[in-house]
């Protein structure tokens, strides 16, 4: 079978399968980049490991232009991406492999270097009430204080809902998107949030999630503005834009970055809510287990991740607020 038909068979096989449309357009593009690497359009059983090895040399050396709407530099690839790309051909190969399409899996021949795993840096008490201040006035806030303009009432409460959202969760991007009005039981601080595995084969399911009395009020708040401007409707989304779009992840991204830089505070978006989540959660004396649930991990490596930062937390507490220290024995 030819590449690009076989890679036209996976794509619509993963499809099927209920792959998250993030997933699909990652593959798209990891896949074409071979193909076009390839130049000529050979068998896939008579591609070779030199090949493929030439392909992953070639993206880590070459500067790629970011996608998106805006025109950015190019740069290379980061190594999390490499390593992506090398998820992505060991996927096809194990679907060459069942349908009989190759004999080897050749991309389990490579290895490929894992990335350095990012600082987790929660976000401050202060941090998060400076954000929390930045919701009520426009852009120029930053610039020209004096001259800002109050935001409207129901952007002022929906930017707040979602910081609190967000905070109180841990949940990612796409779950957040992906949320409606009626996932919401405001009456109990419950919601149901689907998971980003594959829904349609049971791989990713939904879980509930549970959040705070000082939560609830602020949904309770910027949904009763909504219902004063008319949106009654159960399956709309929770979180809209100004022209009632539902959030998608790339202007969650954009809207979270705009409220840090009017905030002053750097590196703001969703992950790093999940993390300060996660880390005062476990401060608190909750448990990794129940952790686990409510962030939607299928394992314990990340959460035993959070556990060693807020030991190290709690362990620097205890050198400064120690007796046996402090009056110097």
């Not at 970011?66 to 190594?79: E, K, N, W």
């Not at 939560?215 to 004063?228: D, F, N, Q």
Request: charged residues 25%; aromatic residues 6%.
């Amino acid at each position: 079978m030819k590449l690009s038909l076989a890679i036209a068979a996976f794509l619509l096989d993963k499809r099927i399968a209920g792959c998250s449309p993030n997933t699909l357009r990652n593959y798209t593009l990891h896949l074409q980049r071979l193909r076009d690497h390839l130049e000529a359009d050979p068998d896939l059983a008579a591609i070779t490991v030199e090949q493929l090895k030439s392909f992953l040399n070639a993206l880590m050396t070459a500067r790629i232009a970011p996608r998106g709407v805006a025109a950015r530099p190019a740069r290379r690839l980061s190594a999390k991406t490499i390593q992506n790309v090398h998820t992505c051909l060991c996927s096809l190969w194990t679907w060459a492999l069942k349908e009989g399409h190759a004999q080897q899996h050749l991309p389990r021949a490579i290895d490929v270097a894992a990335p350095e795993r990012p600082v987790v840096e929660p976000f401050t008490k202060e941090q998060i009430q400076e954000l929390l201040g930045a919701t009520t006035h426009s852009a120029t806030w930053e610039r020209l204080p004096e001259t800002a303009t109050e935001l409207p009432r129901e952007r002022q409460f929906r930017d707040k809902a979602i910081i609190l959202f967000l905070l109180d969760t841990g949940v990612r991007a796409g779950e957040l998107c992906q949320l409606d009005v009626g996932d919401l039981d405001l009456s109990a601080g419950h919601a149901m949030v689907r998971s980003k595995g594959r829904l349609n084969s049971g791989e990713g399911k939904a879980r509930p999630i549970c959040f705070s009395p000082t939560t609830i009020r602020a949904l309770h708040r910027y949904l009763a503005e909504r219902k004063a401007l008319g949106d009654r409707n159960a399956a709309r989304p929770l979180f809209a834009t100004r022209v009632g779009r539902r959030f998608d992840r790339r202007y969650l991204a954009k809207h979270l970055r705009r409220l840090g830089r009017r905030a002053g505070v750097k590196d703001v978006h969703t992950h790093r809510f999940r993390h300060t989540f996660a880390i005062n959660y476990l401060r608190n004396g909750g448990d990794v287990y129940t952790l686990q649930d409510l962030l939607g991990h299928t394992s314990l490596d990340m959460v035993r991740r959070y556990l060693h930062l807020a030991q190290v937390d709690v362990d620097s507490a205890h050198r400064r607020a120690s007796p046996v220290e402090n009056w110097r024995l």
